[in-house]
């Protein structure tokens, strides 16, 4: 979660490791809660949130899609929707 907060858009993660000062400064943060966030970064990874950047892309039915690896779930990269549960959505953003 602090990764999402400070990474800059694209940036991969051992720049990002090198930039913020690497092991010593996350583990002050992290550990040590030097900037007090770990109890807003806990709740944030509690809040039911799944994340889907490891999924795999690809296409069905002529539609780009996002397979999640964990759920077995497919959803449509245009709308947000998931393919087998249409009650199950993923927040779109214009690119």
Known sequence: ???????????RTVPW?????????????LIDDSLGICAELEAQMDSGADVIAHGILGTRDGRPVV???????EFDLRTGRCRDDPSVTLPVHEA
């Open 1 to 11: 979660m602090y990764y999402l907060l400070t990474g800059e858009r694209l940036e």
């Open 17 to 29: 490791f090198e930039r913020v000062g690497g092991l010593d400064h996350l583990t002050s943060v």
């Open 67 to 73: 397979a999640s690896p964990m759920h077995k779930q």
